[in-house]
């Protein structure tokens, strides 16, 4: 007998199973291939995640020497709110720092990056290069020059003393950012802008500005951390209790009498430090993501 050929439903009908099975297979084989990738990125974020984790915890945690000897609960927060001049105090210094730096930040850093990447004019090169610079000297070198500066200007052991000092060493790093936020932009916008009736400062306002959001959210989220967190310069540029930022706080919260530290509540401070820095980054990380990315192509 001869054999019969095969009918072209039975022929679509091994070709569809054919083709579902290969598909499935290369989902697999896609999936273990990005396995360690997934793996090595789980262990990395558990690396440092697990002492925020641990804090927050154990800042509701009942510990022998604190204000939570037995059950959960908030006395450790509690004590700290009533320290000294109270949380409160410490929140509002801490504001005023952070909204004075991320303010001059974004306003010095905008019309600077804006100066270098669209104008042309004698020693640009040089006097970004020299910008530049002040990111390669130490910190705390300048804080007593700063200090005796601040002083003779009647802002010594003020916020907004503070505020100046760390806008001073974020402007290198947020006019290096705005500027690729710019040079990303075609000045084809800006001629279009300028076609259309609009002048240097209404297409700087109504164009760019848009243009360059991503820049600016990175900008104003690493001023804000940096102010946020910043311990050194209010030790050094604060000594009035009521006008210490809150991480000062903190650190003095440990200072206890013979040498007795309440950990509770210091775990408690980490804690309210930390909870707006991870709200912001929750909230803006695209636009951060964007910011950072915005100088990798040019259109």
């Given at each position: 007998m001869t054999a019969l050929a095969p009918t072209e439903t039975e022929v679509i009908v091994t070709e569809g199973r054919g083709a579902s099975r290969a598909p499935r297979q290369g989902g697999w084989r896609r999936l273990l291939a990005r396995a360690p990738f997934g793996i090595f990125s789980a262990a990395l974020a558990a690396v440092f995640l697990y002492p925020l984790v641990w804090a927050v915890v154990s800042?509701?945690?009942?510990?022998?020497?604190?204000?939570?000897?037995?059950?959960?609960?908030?006395?450790?927060?509690?004590?700290?709110?009533?320290?000294?001049?109270?949380?409160?105090?410490?929140?509002?210094?801490?504001?005023?720092?952070?909204?004075?730096?991320?303010?001059?930040?974004?306003?010095?850093?905008?019309?600077?990056?804006?100066?270098?990447?669209?104008?042309?004019?004698?020693?640009?090169?040089?006097?970004?290069?020299?910008?530049?610079?002040i990111l390669m000297v130490p910190y705390a070198t300048l804080l007593i020059?700063?200090?005796?500066?601040?002083?003779?200007?009647?802002?010594?052991?003020?916020?907004?003393?503070?505020?100046?000092?760390?806008?001073?060493?974020?402007?290198?790093f947020s006019t290096f950012m705005m500027r690729i936020s710019f040079e990303s932009i075609p000045r084809e916008l800006d001629e279009a802008a300028l076609v259309d009736?609009?002048?240097?400062?209404?297409?700087?306002?109504?164009?760019?500005?848009?243009?360059?959001?991503?820049?600016?959210?990175?900008?104003?989220?690493f001023a804000f951390l940096t102010a946020w967190n910043d311990f050194i310069a209010p030790l050094i540029l604060i000594s009035d209790t009521n006008r210490m930022t809150l991480p000062l706080a903190v650190a003095n919260l440990r200072g206890q009498t013979m040498g007795v530290i309440d950990y509770g509540a210091t775990l408690?401070?980490?804690?309210?430090?930390?909870?707006?820095?991870?709200?912001?980054f929750l909230v803006l990380q695209r636009h951060y993501v964007q910011g950072f990315m915005s100088g990798a192509f040019k259109g």
């Open positions: 800042s509701f945690a009942p510990r022998a020497g604190t204000s939570q000897t037995e059950g959960w609960g908030l006395g450790n927060y509690a004590t700290l709110a009533e320290f000294q001049a109270g949380i409160w105090v410490y929140l509002g210094n801490s504001l005023v720092v952070s909204g004075l730096t991320v303010i001059l930040t974004l306003v010095i850093s905008f019309l600077g990056g804006y100066a270098f990447a669209r104008f042309s004019f004698p020693g640009k090169t040089a006097l970004f290069l020299t910008t530049l610079a020059p700063l200090y005796v500066i601040l002083n003779g200007l009647g802002l010594g052991n003020t916020t907004v003393g503070v505020a100046l000092v760390l806008t001073m060493f974020q402007l290198p009736g609009c002048n240097s400062f209404s297409a700087l306002w109504r164009v760019l500005l848009p243009a360059t959001k991503p820049g600016l959210i990175t900008v104003g989220l408690a401070g980490v804690a309210v430090l930390a909870l707006p820095c991870v709200l912001l």
